[in-house]
C-alpha cells in the first residue's frame, strides 16, 4: 500500500463566489436524456427515509436467511404493466424467488410488478398521491401493500383480496403468504425518531 498525499485548494468567499457551474451532460452513459427532475414520488423526508430503510433491513435480512427472493429500494424502478410509458418507485419492495427470468435481477426497471410493496408516506405526499398508488399497485397484481404513516406511527396493511388491516405501534406486521413466518413488532422500525 501506498500513501499520497492530495493537494487541497483552499477555498475562500471569493473563489467560491466565481466558480462555475458545473452542467451535467445532455445524455446519460445509455445515450437516453436525463429526467428535467427527480420524479416527486421519490423525494421523501428524512423520517420518511429512516423508517423505509429500518423496515426493509429487516425485510432483507428475513428474505436473505430463508433465499425467498429479492429485496429492492426506494431506487427501484418498476414498470408496471397498467401503466405504459410510467416508471414506479415504491420505497421497498421484494419480488418472490421464481419470478424473474433466471432469477436474474435487470440492469433496468423491473417490467413486472413487485409482491411486496412499501410506501412510507412523508409530510409532502397528499392524500390523493398515496391512494394513487395504492389503487396502481393492486391494479397491476401487487400482492401486499404497507402504507406506513410515520406521525402517527400506524401501517395499513392492504391485501390483492381487498381487505385491509390498520395496525399501530403496539402491533406485529406479518409478511402474511408473501413472505412466510416475517414478523416485526411496529415499535422496531420507529425506533430512535
Known amino acids: 500500500m501506498r500513501d499520497v498525499t492530495l493537494e487541497q485548494e483552499e477555498l475562500t468567499e471569493e473563489s467560491i463566489a466565481t466558480t462555475e457551474e458545473v452542467q451535467p451532460p445532455e445524455e446519460n452513459v445509455l445515450g437516453e436524456e436525463w429526467p428535467a427532475e427527480r420524479p416527486s414520488e421519490r423525494i421523501m423526508g428524512a423520517q420518511a427515509s429512516q423508517v423505509a430503510l429500518a423496515l426493509m433491513a429487516f425485510v432483507q435480512q428475513h428474505v436473505s436467511e430463508r433465499k425467498l427472493g429479492k429485496v429492492f429500494g426506494p431506487d427501484g424502478g418498476y414498470q408496471l404493466p397498467t401503466e405504459a410509458g410510467k416508471v414506479r418507485y415504491p420505497d421497498g419492495s421484494f419480488i418472490a424467488r421464481g419470478r424473474l427470468p433466471d432469477e436474474r435481477t435487470p440492469s433496468g426497471h423491473l417490467l413486472l410488478p413487485p409482491d411486496l410493496a412499501v410506501e412510507v408516506v412523508s409530510p409532502h405526499n397528499s392524500a390523493y398521491e398515496v391512494e ?5 399497485y ?8 404497507w402504507i406506513v404513516y410515520p406521525p402517527t406511527r400506524t401501517v395499513f396493511v392492504f391485501r390483492a383480496s381487498g381487505s385491509v388491516a390498520v395496525l399501530g405501534e403496539a402491533d406485529t406486521l406479518t409478511g402474511e403468504d408473501v413472505l412466510p413466518d416475517f414478523t416485526c413488532p411496529i415499535a422496531r422500525f420507529f425506533e430512535d425518531l
Do not use: D, H
Open 138 to 145: 393492486l391494479k397491476a397484481g401487487v400482492r401486499l401493500l
Open 132 to 136: 394513487e398508488k395504492r389503487v396502481v
